[in-house]
């Protein structure tokens, strides 16, 4: 796949590490009582360029989770949304903001082009799509027992308004030609060392043909972040992130099925464990497949395990989500999950965005207490009772069980 100059080694560091604003050792209050100790004793609170703090759990490269409080409305702001990277080898913003294209092609492509960031916004249609963009990996720090990779908790996620220009009007410049798969996608990070794969995936031609699969240049009404894809990605609404390509500037049209290292051997799941809609069958195993789309979830965020709440009554806020059919009810629990009452859904932002939601205590005994919450989506898929294990800690929808103190 193309990349433009990057950052590499030191100059990569000391670029980032010049730019924070603040750093402070991440609290109880800010990380899950389940992540690993390691993770708990490492984390800080750090905030990168264009960033409030956010939870640091690696540097190099960049990811950074956010803070659970975020996810007591719909809209998580540019400023909060995580941040992750596969490879060090992130693009200066400078050469981001300069002239930039994106390459169409493929074996599978009429009429191969390049199409420059002003093309896509003047000559084809600009819409928009609020939707969910999730790391596979988010919550996989909650896993017992523990499993490798990037030890996420409950922050891996945001949902924000994305606009730009649909993916298959562009892929209809170039012509899909009879007996086209796949449709793959590369961005300019790259790696630092020899050897390592660069990041890059692929789609069925199916979803990417989808009206919501989008190359976005603005988020929340901005610029793409530098570090959430400046100055065009790829949103691929109701599936995981690792297909949401950030600085996208090559894309291919496959007549077989792209096999990269990131699709064959990473980023895979054993087989029907997890519902999906729309199989990626040209990338299946006879054990495995691809992690494509998300599950129904939800998360509390507005109350931190082991605070104290007034045992008069308290508001619980938070967001549901799903991979696209919406969400139909949140129930809560205030007992650990003996009794549950349906939470008050707010306004729908739409499918593949997060449905936020409310819940009144009422009065409640003082003492010891464990909240919960759990999401049903229109498709009457619920949480999961039970951690479904897998080897690389993906699809967590556990209900959360937030400890609390009741004064």
Known sequence: MR????????????????????????????LSPLLPEGTRAEAIMDALPGKQPLIKLAFRPPNYETPIDAFAEAITPNDRFFVRY???????????????????????ANKPLEVSLDELQRQFPVVEVEAVNQCSGCRRGLFSPHVPGVQWGYGA????VWRGVRLKDVLARAGVRAGAVEVAFGGADGPVMEGTPDFAKSLPLEKAMDESTIIAF????????????????????????????????????????????????SYRIPKGMFPVDLPFTTQAEEKTVPITEMVVNSV???????????????TIQGVAWD????????????????????????????KYAFRAWRFETGKLQPGAATVMARATSNAGETQAAQLKPNPAGYQNNVPQKIAITLA
């Not at 509390?300 to 308290?314: E, H, K, M, T, Y």
């Open 86 to 108: 596969h490879l060090a080898g992130i693009p200066d913003i400078a050469d981001l903001e300069k002239a930039w294209s994106v390459k169409i092609g493929g074996d599978a």
């Open 323 to 350: 991979r696209g059919h919406g969400i139909k009810q949140v129930e809560v629990s205030t007992d650990g999950g003996a009794n549950w009452k349906p939470a008050s859904l707010r306004e729908d932002h739409g």
């Open 157 to 160: 996620m945001g949902s924000a």
């Open 218 to 265: 603005a988020m929340n009404g901005a610029k793409l972040p530098h570090l959430n894809g400046l100055p065009i990605r790829l949103i691929v609404p109701g599936w995981t992130g690792t297909y949401w390509m950030k600085h996208l500037n090559e894309i291919n049209i496959l007549s077989k099925p792209f096999d990269g290292f990131w699709m064959q051997k």
């Open 300 to 314: 509390i965020g507005n109350v931190p395990d082991g605070s104290r709440q007034p045992a008069a009554g308290f």
């Open 3 to 30: 990349r433009r100059s990057v950052l590499t080694g030191l100059g990569a560091g000391a670029a980032l590490i010049g730019a924070r604003i603040s750093a402070r050792a991440a609290s109880p209050m800010d």
